[in-house]
Structure formats: structure tokens, C-alpha cells
């Protein structure tokens, strides 16, 4: 693991290593001037090694390189024991190996995520003038393989570039003025772009206003089941309709004629239960009036 405020990098990469240390210098001196660090010196110690030395960064260069084995090694031990060896296949490390190590002149004034990211892009600009295998990453034991470490830099891929037909579309479609990006372009990671659309209907006021204070009633959407019917709340239940009819039987009991009549107006025009019970209270008053003789008195007293 890398001291603190020391930055880790490292390539592990195949094929010839002449003037490659002079080329990996000259990237790391072009990435600290981008960054507005100035160069103060840059020294090649030797055919492996180099150092570069900017206002706020040291950064060191080792190059290493190791013959690979031709034999495999638990191979080699199988039959040093006597067992039965079984093929495998060889699996060789790459023959060169890149280390940087950058390390801030002051502690005080370090930054980590701008000391990161210039690792980063001071690794990216490496890669391809090498035969990379592997990358190395704030430590020697975090190894990534190229595509893992390629796989960070997806999301900054440029878009793929419109046709004639699109950029027509751009430019007077509903959309005009978006940047719409194609679906078909299979390395773009951010979200699908919606396909352009027929220009809404225009409507005017007076028809906008219509829809506003339309007087039509809702119609509930049916399911197609033609069996069941719609529901009445106007109509009476069962229960309610018998107790009208049992009011009348009662107003019956009283006055003959009252409860035919009532009868009548329950066909014609449908069981009333509040009608049902306002002459079953006014025939019982009446009927208790001309039985106490009240009516006959207050006849007498007014005379008729």
C-alpha cells in the first residue's frame, strides 16, 4: 500500500522498452504543465529510471524488466513429487513493468482528488503507446486489466455523429433545439433519447373552452359483460318498497277509501315512502279527532 500522500501507478506492458523511459517522461512533464504545475527539471538517472520535479509534484519512474518461465511452476512441483501432472495452460506475466510513484513537495498543500485524477490521466495517455496488459492502480497489489481500466472512461465517449435526416429534425422538429442522442449507438451509456413525435393538435380558444364546460354526463367504461346492469340509485331497494307497502296497509286499517287511493299512487308512480307516511299521519290525527268528537266542537263553536 502506497505511504500517505503518495500516489501509485503502474503498466504492465510487452515488447521493447528502448527510449520508452525518455517517451513516458515527456507525458508525465506534458500532464504536470497541463495542470499548471511548471517543470523544474527533468533528469533520465538511466536507461530504467527518471525523475521529474515540478513546483508541487516529485514523480519517479522505474522500469523493470523480468524474463518470463517457460515451464509452469506447479507443474514443475507435480513432478518433483512424483505426481501425475495435468495440462494446464501457461499463464505468463508481461515482460515489462512501469512504476510511478508521485509524491507532493508539501503535505499541507496536497490535494488527493486532483493528485488522483492526474494519475489517472497520466496513465490513460501510457497506454497506448505500449502494448499494455495490465494496469496498476494506488497500489501493486490492485491490478486491473485494460478493459477494466478503459471501462472508466465509457461515459466520456463522444456521441455518435447524426445524419442529414437527424440534424433536419434538430433543427425544425417539435424537439428543435435538444440534443437528441441516437438509440442505435450501443456505447452510449446515459438514458435513451425519446423519438421524435408528431407535432401535437393544435386547438383554439373557443374549442379549448368547449372541453372546459362540456355538459355531458360521464359514462363509465364497461367491461363488455352485457348481463350485469348498471346500477340505479334512484329506484328503491326491496326492502324499502315493502315497507311503503306495508304503510299503506296500515293507512288501510284506518281509512279504506285514503288507502286505495294511496295504492293507486304507489302503481302509477312508484312506491313513495316519505308520501306513505305522511297520509298514514294525517288519516291517524283525523281518524283520533272525529273519535274524541273534537271537530264536532270546534264546529259547533264556529258555528257551521
Not at 485494460?146 to 472512461?153: G, K, L, P
Not at 383554439?204 to 340505479?232: K, M, V, Y
Not at 305522511?278 to 259547533?300: H, M
Request: charged share 20%; glycine share 4%; aromatic share 6%.
Amino acid at each position: 500500500m502506497s505511504p500517505k500522500h503518495s500516489y501509485h501507478g503502474g503498466l504492465q506492458f510487452n515488447g521493447e522498452t528502448e527510449g520508452s523511459i525518455e517517451r513516458f517522461s515527456s507525458i508525465v512533464a506534458a500532464t504536470l504543465e497541463d495542470y499548471g504545475h511548471l517543470v523544474e527539471r527533468k533528469n533520465e538517472l538511466s536507461a530504467t529510471e527518471a525523475s521529474i520535479v515540478s513546483s508541487q509534484y516529485l514523480v519517479r519512474l522505474t522500469l523493470d524488466t523480468q524474463v518470463a518461465e517457460t515451464v509452469d511452476r506447479f507443474e514443475r512441483l507435480d513432478r518433483a513429487v512424483g505426481l501425475k501432472t495435468a495440462h494446464r495452460p501457461i499463464v505468463t506475466l508481461p515482460q515489462n513493468r512501469l512504476t510511478i510513484t508521485i509524491t507532493p513537495v508539501s503535505a499541507l498543500l496536497d490535494d488527493s482528488e486532483i493528485s488522483e485524477l492526474m494519475l489517472v490521466v497520466i496513465l490513460y495517455r501510457m497506454v497506448d503507446i505500449c502494448a499494455t496488459q495490465r494496469v496498476e492502480w494506488l497500489s501493486s497489489n490492485t491490478v486491473l486489466t485494460i478493459e477494466q481500466f478503459m471501462s472508466a472512461f465509457d461515459t466520456l465517449a463522444p456521441s455518435k455523429p447524426r445524419n442529414r435526416k437527424q440534424i433536419f429534425e434538430a433543427v425544425s422538429g417539435p424537439f428543435a433545439g435538444l440534443n437528441i442522442i441516437d438509440e442505435d449507438y450501443p456505447e452510449e451509456p446515459q438514458k435513451k433519447a425519446l423519438k421524435p413525435a408528431a407535432r401535437p393538435i393544435q386547438l383554439s380558444d373557443e374549442q379549448l373552452l368547449n372541453i372546459a364546460f362540456r355538459t355531458e354526463p360521464f359514462e363509465q367504461p364497461t367491461d363488455g359483460d352485457e348481463d350485469t346492469p348498471p346500477l340505479d340509485h334512484d329506484q328503491p331497494s326491496d326492502i324499502l318498497r315493502l315497507t311503503t307497502w306495508g304503510l299503506t296497509g296500515a293507512v288501510a286499517s284506518v281509512s279504506v277509501p285514503i288507502a286505495a287511493s294511496l295504492a293507486a299512487v304507489n302503481l302509477i308512480k312508484g312506491e313513495d315512502f316519505r308520501l306513505n307516511t305522511q297520509v298514514l299521519a294525517y288519516s291517524v290525527a283525523i281518524s283520533a279527532l272525529s273519535t274524541s268528537g273534537a271537530i264536532a266542537g270546534v264546529a259547533n263553536a264556529l258555528g257551521i
